[in-house]
C-alpha cells in the first residue's frame, strides 16, 4: 500500500470528522500495515500503559498518527459498542459500561464475488424495512465485505431502560439472521 496515499487520504478533513464523529466513546482499533513475526498485520488496541485506544476528538486521532506511524496505520476499527467511559481494561470489559450497542451483520466474501455481498446486504435491508426500520440502517465497505449496521441511538430510551443494550443488538441480529435465505 502506498503510504503518501494513505496519509493523503486520513489527512482530509471530511474523513476525520467522520471516523472522530463514529468512533466517539467507542473503544477503537489501528490496523496497520506493519506485520508481526508470523506476518499477520499488527492490530493496536491499547496504548503503553494498557488503557483501551479511543478517538473523541481531533487531537485523539492525531495522537493516534503520530504515536502509532512507525507501525503505519491504514484502518481504523470501532467496536458497535458505545461506553459510559473508556479509561481502564475493566471499562470494555465490563458490560454494564456499555450505553448503546449497534445491531451489526458482517457480510464477507468467501470467493471476492461482491454481487454477493450486495445481494446479502439488500436482503438484509429488505426485512429490516420490513420491521419499520428504514432510516437508522447504513451500509459500510469493508476490507472482504460489508457492514449493516443499525444506529445504536435508534432504541428509545424507554426500551434502553427496560433490555440491556446488548440484548437490544444481539436479539435484532438474531431475528433477521433468522429469516436470511440459506446459502447456496
Same mark, same amino acid.
Given at each position: ?38 506476518? !499477520? ?37 470501532? !467496536? ?23 445491531? !451489526? ?80
Amino acid at each position: 500500500m502506498n503510504w503518501e496515499k494513505v496519509l493523503e487520504h486520513y489527512s482530509k478533513p471530511e474523513v476525520r470528522k467522520e471516523i472522530i464523529e463514529y468512533c466517539k466513546n467507542r473503544w477503537i482499533a489501528v490496523h496497520c500495515e506493519k506485520r508481526d513475526s508470523k506476518g !499477520t498485520p499488527i492490530m493496536i488496541r491499547y496504548d503503553k500503559l494498557r488503557r483501551p485506544l479511543k478517538i473523541n476528538s481531533e487531537n485523539d486521532f492525531q495522537r493516534l498518527f503520530e504515536n502509532y506511524a512507525e507501525f503505519r496505520p491504514r484502518a481504523f476499527y470501532a !467496536t458497535a459498542h458505545v461506553y459510559n467511559k473508556i479509561d481502564l481494561v475493566e471499562d470494555v470489559m465490563d458490560r454494564s459500561n456499555i450505553a448503546f450497542s449497534s445491531p !451489526t451483520w458482517d457480510i464477507d466474501s468467501k470467493n471476492g464475488d461482491w454481487r454477493k455481498v450486495i445481494e446479502k446486504a439488500a436482503e438484509i435491508i429488505g426485512i429490516l424495512e420490513k420491521n419499520g426500520v428504514v432510516k437508522s440502517v447504513f451500509f459500510k465497505w469493508s476490507g472482504r465485505g460489508a457492514h449493516i449496521q443499525v444506529n445504536a441511538n435508534a432504541f428509545s430510551d424507554e426500551i434502553r431502560r427496560r433490555i440491556d443494550p446488548l440484548n437490544i443488538a444481539y436479539s435484532i441480529t438474531e431475528y433477521v439472521i433468522n429469516r436470511l435465505k440459506p446459502e447456496d
